[in-house]
């Protein structure tokens, strides 16, 4: 007994070192005793009722976190919320948003997602999808340079583009507020100046694109342009526009640490730009870049 009391000390020492959780394989490689999965599975599962652990997932992607009453409380929302709705990887992924900063292992930018890619043969899009992705997109028979195409869907592209755009910034814009801005230049009433601002530049920036569309090249020149009229008159620094940022930035709510250096954003740029080029497929090279 005082045996079994040890190792489920020390399972429950081992999840409290983990701000990420552990699945169950990652818990056989830490353990110091010897145990078979069954009789682990059982000790896991004494611990989740005696609330000193907490399971969240299924099967394989099940991990184990010492026992707090917010994740609890997670758990229950979560499965009520998604059930039926997102597949189990889906609501595993979202549940790990749930989790506290404080319990999360801080990552940095993992540099052997853009070594290891080689253009052409490494594949995030898979063949059918791009297929169907393609004939979603063909909205005319005749065939068309990119420069003549967009102009001819210009007024759409500048709306839609610039009011989803935004949107992902938080910008609060409605959709018919936004083709107002864009096309009359009447800005909303009671809305900041600054998301103004964001829809504005998101409209320069598309008209740089469609206007240049012949001749533009994915290169950092172009990459350059587009920060600066997307950024124009948005940063606390206007001289930062650009350019490859030189000071360390955090992002909220997360604990990922991006790259600091910027000798090596700027040649990680390079290289991202490199293999960008060399992808024939449109849609795969959008997933890459």
Do not use: W
């Not at 052997?112 to 999808?129: H, M, S």
């Not at 755009?165 to 100046?193: C, F, M, W």
């Not at 910027?262 to 960008?276: F, M, N, R």
């Amino acid at each position: 007994m005082q045996n079994i009391t040890r190792q489920m000390d020390e399972i429950v020492s081992l999840l409290n070192e983990s701000a990420c959780g552990l699945s169950l394989s990652q818990i056989v490689k830490k353990i110091s005793f010897s145990i078979n999965y069954k009789t682990l599975q059982r000790r896991l599962a004494a611990l989740v009722e005696e609330q000193r652990i907490e399971k969240i997932g299924e099967r394989k992607a099940a991990k184990y976190y010492i026992f707090s009453g917010s994740l609890q409380g997670i758990k229950r929302q979560e499965d009520q919320e998604n059930d039926g709705v997102f597949s189990l990887e889906s609501r595993n992924s979202l549940k790990f948003l749930k989790i506290p900063l404080y319990m999360r292992q801080k990552m940095s930018y993992k540099r052997q997602v853009i070594d290891e890619y080689i253009p052409n043969e490494t594949i995030y899009v898979p063949k059918e999808q791009r297929e169907e992705l393609l004939g979603e997109g063909k909205r005319c028979d005749v065939t068309l340079v990119a420069g003549t195409y967009a102009r001819q869907i210009c007024q759409r592209l500048l709306i839609d583009l610039s009011y989803n755009s935004s949107r992902l910034e938080g910008n609060t814009y409605s959709k018919l507020d936004t083709q107002k801005l864009v096309e009359e230049g009447i800005r909303a009433d009671g809305k900041p100046h600054r998301e103004t601002v964001m829809i504005m530049n998101h409209k320069e920036a598309i008209l740089f694109l469609v206007e240049n569309a012949h001749e533009i090249e994915l290169n950092s020149f172009t990459l350059f342009n587009l920060h600066h009229l997307l950024s124009q008159d948005l940063l606390v620094n206007p001289e930062a526009g650009g350019r490859v940022r030189t000071v360390d930035v955090d992002i909220g709510q997360s604990t990922y640490k991006p790259v600091s250096n910027p000798h090596v954003l700027k040649e990680l740029l390079e290289l991202i730009l490199l293999k960008a080029r060399r992808i024939k497929d449109s849609f795969e090279q959008s997933f890459f870049y």
